[in-house]
């Protein structure tokens, strides 16, 4: 008898109960359902992992309401009673997720550039672009830069930060960087 593979989004959601709250019988109707493609699956993984890090060294309830790919890049928008501690490393994950997809291809996962494809806007590996399409040219000192809110005592601030996809974090950009305009 031939199994039927299952969908990754539903091992993801199975995985991670704490975050999706699947039913038995269909965890694919869960809110936070990843809407992407197959090339994120490794970077939804490890962010879903640091939340739940994150959770079970401060507690608090979470529950993902959507995740999924925006201009090129993947949201993820969530909801849940957490202190600030934790709800400052929930963003990082999710932020170091988000910065991860710009720069990833949403097919295969392999390195990726930003696209515009027939007025839409995708991250590619080259292999996935259209043969005739080249990448969105990048201001030079701006790439994989991106601006990130974290938590201050006060609430919120936005910081420009330099994804490293290699080590997986980011370097904070301070304005006086090339490529970089004081706002």
């Known amino acids: ?7 990754w989004r539903i091992a993801l959601i199975e995985a991670h109960p704490r975050l999706f709250h699947p039913t038995q019988a269909h965890p694919e109707r869960v809110k936070g359902y990843p809407a992407c ?5 490794d970077l939804l993984g490890r962010a879903c992992a640091r939340i739940e890090a994150a959770l079970a060294d401060g507690g608090g309830s979470f529950t ?12 993820f928008y969530w909801g849940g009673q957490v202190s600030p501690e934790v709800r400052l490393r ?17 097919t295969c996962g392999e390195p ?3 696209y515009q494809v027939s007025g839409w806007y995708t991250t590619v590996c080259r292999a996935h672009a259209p043969a005739d399409v080249e990448p969105v040219p990048l201001k030079p000192g701006c790439e994989n830069v991106h601006v990130v809110r974290i938590a201050t005592p006060d609430g919120f601030r936005r910081v420009r930060r330099r994804y490293d996809r290699a080590a997986d974090s980011f370097v904070d950009v301070g304005p006086a ?5 004081e706002e």
């Open 1 to 7: 008898m031939e199994h039927p593979v299952k969908d």
């Open 177 to 181: 960087s090339p490529g970089i305009e």
């Open 90 to 106: 929930i963003e990082e994950a999710i932020a170091l997720a988000e910065a991860r997809s710009a720069c990833t291809c949403e």
């Open 112 to 114: 990726g550039r930003l």
């Open 37 to 41: 493609g197959d090339g994120w699956r």
């Open 64 to 75: 993902a309401w959507q995740i999924k790919e925006k201009f090129a890049a993947l949201r």
